[in-house]
């Protein structure tokens, strides 16, 4: 089962997503029968394990697939709504730096097995770089002209977990998302500055920093006992052309192994996101390199998720529209 978050009529809502359109949860859950207490906007309440809301979310699923016929007028095609981030305002993001062999290698790496290495992880400051499905990326206009996507399988967690086992640790996952972890490959600050040791490390993590560079979305695909984040495949196109494809088979550290290893030195809460990692197929290795213009759109998917799509804007026209836009989060 999917869910997002949209807003139709200025209001936030639940939906249950279909790919090409959004059924109203609260509606659903009034048509089939489903009491849903204390229902809000607040996806997490409705995602495993813990979620307060799940079993309900869970009824509606069955008896929707028993009784579609009735339930057809509660949804809505997706060009008729707005949709959201589906947690807007995470403790945590963190995200993953050459997680497959074949982008650390188009990069100039020396892609390691798992066992001679570690995985390396970062941060994104979630309430400006999150951006949602539909949304504008906005070139920025401090260094708009080597801005770059990566395709990545997202982990949302709904359990509070340190510590934990590698078996264990799929148990504390509430559901699955795509991320677009767009890059500025070469951010400075100061391109005149005195050159210092770590000016090159500081650089790159600056570049993942600027707003609207994480687009999240469509929707979450709700964890289930038996689902297993390790053999989907990934594809991202830039103006219809393929630019990545992969699968999430190809990591070198699964999900399950990253959750474990994050849990040894940080707490994850419920609502914290993972961003896993890219594969092989970003602008910056190609020959010759393709950086992102305004007018291009970005459509990145994950088997059994949804497409995740975002035009791209330089900052002038990105600022001129932002009264209006009526989508994405206002920075």
């Known amino acids: ?6 807003e139709r009529d200025g209001n936030p809502r639940i939906g249950v997503y279909e790919g090409d359109r959004v059924g109203d949860l609260a509606l659903l859950g009034r048509e089939l029968g489903v009491d849903l207490p204390g229902l809000s906007d607040d996806l997490l309440d409705c995602l495993p394990p813990d979620g307060p809301l799940v079993e309900a979310v869970h009824r509606i699923g ?32 963190l995200l993953l730096a050459g997680n497959y062999a074949e ?10 097995e798992r066992h001679q290495t570690f995985p390396y992880f970062f941060s994104k400051p979630p309430s400006t770089t999150l951006n949602d499905p539909g949304a504008p990326v906005c070139l920025p206009a401090s260094s708009p002209d080597h801005i770059d996507w990566e395709i990545e399988l997202g982990v949302i967690l709904g359990r509070r977990c340190r510590q934990v086992s590698e078996a264990e640790a799929l148990d504390h996952v509430a559901g699955y998302t795509v991320c677009n972890d767009i890059s500025d490959r070469k951010f400075q600050i100061n391109p005149n500055r005195t050159q210092r040791e770590r000016d090159r490390f500081f650089d790159w993590l600056h570049g993942k920093w600027h707003d609207t560079f994480l687009p999240l979305g469509p929707c979450v695909r709700l964890a289930e006992k038996n689902l297993d984040p390790q053999n989907w495949k ?12 992969g699968s999430t088979s190809q990591m070198v550290f699964p999900v399950a192994a990253l959750i474990s290893i994050l849990s040894t030195f940080v707490t994850l809460e419920p609502g914290d996101i993972l ?30 998720i949804g497409v995740l799509t975002s035009p791209v804007l330089d900052e002038t026209t990105y600022r ?10 206002k920075v």
């Open 103 to 112: 982008h650390v290698r188009e990069g100039g790496g020396r892609a390691a």
């Open 62 to 93: 069955e008896r929707l697939t028993e009784r579609r016929p009735r339930c057809e007028s509660l949804f809505s095609p997706l060009e008729s709504v707005k949709l959201l981030v589906p947690l807007p305002r995470p403790n945590k993001v």
């Open 1 to 6: 089962m999917r869910l997002c978050r949209y």
């Open 275 to 304: 961003s896993t990692g890219t594969p092989a197929g970003v602008g910056f290795a190609r020959k010759p390199p393709v950086f992102l213009r305004s007018g291009d759109l970005l459509e990145a998917s994950i088997e059994g």
């Open 320 to 329: 001129a529209m932002a009264p209006q836009r009526g989508a994405g989060r």
């Open 234 to 245: 990934l594809r991202l196109t830039l103006n219809g052309q393929v630019m990545q494809e």
